[in-house]
């Protein structure tokens, strides 16, 4: 069965500090790849995707994500976090262009 | 160009009462998805249509659910005999066979 897993549900950063928020996926099969993105009281949105090319792919607000076909990874990182950056992140998967998967989510608060 | 649209936003209903919730998609999406997201939940996957194949009902919760799509276009998600652990955000969102999905803002049901 396709699963996407992100391990950690809460990650508690300072502000500055460089931040990777982990996915995985469970299968080597063709996949499209998404992280979403859902501030406090919002809708979500974009991120960044990864459909082919270049592994390693930069999104918005300075995030960016390196899909490992070995590993069967996609995660997410960011060098230096701002307090703004405190949202729920969503890793999303399409498996042979099929429906999406999305893991359960990440909240990343940022202190100052 | 326009997006994925919701209507209504806040519908608050007595228990044991049907609602229906309507989603436009964005035009000539093929694919749309209906979540349900509980406070401070994630995205819990409820149907998946795709162009004129079955829907994939396999994350409708119980039979009070129901989803349709008229015309490869608008869907409405009925829920019959509504309980308050009905209450969540409903979230509607559409893609093409190989892109993103685009989400709609939501419809927030409270059932009192």
């Known amino acids: 069965a396709q699963s996407v897993t992100q391990l950690d549900s809460q990650v508690p950063v300072f502000e500055e500090a460089p931040v990777e928020l982990r996915c995985n996926y469970s299968?080597?099969?063709?996949?499209?790849l998404f992280w979403y993105v859902q501030y406090p009281n919002q809708g979500l949105q974009l991120l960044l995707k990864?459909?082919?090319?270049?592994?390693l792919v930069k999104g918005i607000n300075g995030f960016e994500a390196e899909f490992n076909k070995s590993q069967t990874s996609f995660h997410l990182r960011k060098p230096s976090v701002h307090i703004s950056d405190t949202a729920e992140y969503f890793c999303?998967?399409?498996?042979?262009?099929?429906?999406?998967?999305f893991g359960s989510g990440t909240k990343l608060n940022v202190k100052p | 160009g326009a997006g994925v649209s919701q209507s209504p936003s806040n519908k608050v209903t007595e228990k044991g009462k049907d609602v229906e919730l309507r989603c436009d998609p964005i035009?000539?999406?093929?694919?749309l998805y209906w979540y349900r997201q509980s406070l401070g939940q994630g995205l819990e996957f409820l149907i998946y249509?795709?162009?004129?194949?079955?829907?994939?009902k396999s994350g409708l919760p119980s039979d009070r659910f129901s989803a349709e799509r008229t015309g490869g276009s608008v869907s409405t998600l009925t829920i019959q005999r509504t309980q308050q652990e009905d209450s969540a955000v409903y979230l509607c969102?559409?893609?093409?066979?190989?892109?993103?999905?685009?989400f709609g803002p939501g419809t927030r049901l409270t059932v009192t």
């Open positions: 969102a559409s893609s093409l066979a190989t892109d993103e999905q685009y």
């Open positions: 299968s080597s099969v063709s996949v499209y």
């Open positions: 249509f795709q162009g004129n194949s079955a829907p994939d």
């Open positions: 990864y459909l082919s090319g270049s592994t």
């Open positions: 999303a998967v399409r498996f042979n262009f099929n429906k999406f998967y």
């Open positions: 035009s000539g999406h093929t694919a």
